[in-house]
């Protein structure tokens, strides 16, 4: 790795340590270095985006982090039971509240 002299030796080092490496800074890259320091406070997390600002598919995704459509909710009645689409529509709903935090 080529020295850049406007990063001190320190942090050239520093920033090559980690315990876990995410590639995107999207909703799924993010989502999940919170959630592993949240279960390990003491992990070294480095999260990479290729640009300053994450314009991968998480800015392209049209609104899709939702509960589902009513139609889509009624197949998995029929396939799964309102049993499982009550748990599933319980998990998307906190996945989207744990989006806005």
């Keep these: 790795m080529p020295i850049d002299a406007t990063i001190s030796f320190w942090e050239q080092e520093e920033f090559l340590r980690a315990d876990v490496c995410i590639v995107g800074a999207g ?3 993010l989502s999940l270095a919170a959630e592993l320091l949240e279960r390990d406070e003491n992990l070294r997390v480095v999260v990479l985006e290729r640009n300053t600002l994450p314009t991968g598919a998480s800015t392209k995704n049209a609104g899709f982090a939702c509960y589902g ?3 889509e909710l009624w197949r998995d009645v029929r396939t799964l039971g309102t049993d499982a689409v009550v748990e599933l529509v319980r998990m998307r709903k ?3 509240e744990r989006l806005r935090t």
């Design 27 to 29: 909703i799924i890259g």
């Design 69 to 71: 459509s009513p139609t």
């Design 94 to 96: 906190q996945g989207l």
